[in-house]
């Protein structure tokens, strides 16, 4: 499994992904580019657009549930890779979720 490298994450910040639930995890991904995301990972919404499979409790498919890592890391789509750490969004997810946060 791959696993997000932690020296990736500011250790000087409050906001820190280790001690979020992957809250951004539940957001609708759209694939804009190709960045070799399994075919089983992938849907098609009712535009004909790309997205990520998602399960029926909102979980990106390809989150690990145990770690809540995700398994693609390396693969992510570009969405994924864009999303910011410490950004508006970010906190507006966290925010929405602190009842599991662990
Ligand atoms: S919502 Fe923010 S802190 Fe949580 S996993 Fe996403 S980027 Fe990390
Ligand atoms: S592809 Fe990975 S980073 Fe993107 S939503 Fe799914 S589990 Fe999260």
Redesign the pocket.
């Known amino acids: 499994m791959t696993r997000i490298p932690l020296t990736q994450l500011p250790s000087d910040s409050a906001?820190?992904?280790s001690?979020?639930?992957?809250?951004?995890?539940q957001l609708e991904v759209m694939l804009i580019t190709d960045t070799g995301v399994p075919q089983r990972f992938i849907e098609t919404d009712d535009w004909g657009g790309e997205v990520m499979r998602r399960l029926d409790d909102g979980w990106c498919a390809a989150l690990d549930r145990d770690s809540m890592r995700c398994t693609i890391y390396e693969l992510r789509p570009l969405i994924c890779r864009e999303?910011?750490?410490?950004?508006p969004?970010?906190?507006d997810?966290?925010r929405g979720?602190v009842g599991i946060y662990r």
């Open positions: 906001t820190s992904c001690t979020c639930a992957a809250c951004c995890c999303f910011e750490l410490g950004s969004e970010c906190h997810e966290r979720m």
